[in-house]
């Protein structure tokens, strides 16, 4: 499937409440109708304040203008913030993966991992998440789906001593990409960021080339924006996947996230299929969701 046709049925709930709302849209009302419109597909009080006024300054009564505006707005926001994520890295590379629990995580980095073997590289995934109960089974699912090789220790292991044992093996085998999984919510007795920047530390210890990807689930919407500031503030992010776009209404956080924080998004979530992880476009994304 074409990734217009994918984002389209990705997106399909937020899509239906804005074709809905801007059939609605006429006259007078339309600047209060733009400006409830993206709030309710969580774009952000602010910005909807920001693009209304635009619209209105434009001569965006008119449900058909208000839209051509509302798209250039759309493409003028998520644009700068388009990523391709592994392009022009430097090899060997670490990624560290990182986000709270229930946002997909590891399913994420399994389905990195299966692409970036496609294309070519030579992979290999670190379960540094041992609080998790599952973890690393999951991770070493994928790991045997995509023939490629998982670093894990038993359970409740130090999540650093896993990745230092995961970069020696990585080094040796002259891997180009190491994925490493986090833990998204550490036992009681630990800190989740602080935890975070040992692993980080250990890292940068044995290699320059490092990246972090955060993974975010669209459906918490504004909660997104602070999990993300969040991780920023402690270990700092170079990239976001935002997971889950097809299960809520709230696409629209992603525009959000965009407007609000100056991280790259390198990757959407569409669906449960292996497919239904892509590359983001800015451009196709705007298409798919007014189109």
Known sequence: MGMLSALKRGLAKTKTVFSASIEAIQ???????WESLLIATDMGAAFAARVTKQ???QGGTDKKRGKEILREILIATLLPRQSDFFKDAKMPLVVMVIGVNGTGKTTTIGKIGGMLKNEGYRVMLCAGDTFRSAAKEQLAIWGERNDIPVVSKVAGADPAAVVFEALAKARAEKTDILLVDTAGRLH?????????????????KDTQQMKTLLVLDATTGQNAVGQAEAFNDAVGVDGI???KLDGSAKGGIIVRIAAELSIPIAYIGVGEGVDDLRSFDARTFVDALLD
């Open 27 to 33: 006259g007078q009302t339309a600047g209060e109708d």
């Open 55 to 57: 619209i209105k300054a």
């Open 188 to 204: 009681t007795k630990f800190n989740l960021m602080e935890e975070l920047k040992k692993i980080k530390r250990v890292i940068a």
């Open 241 to 243: 996947v935002l997971t």
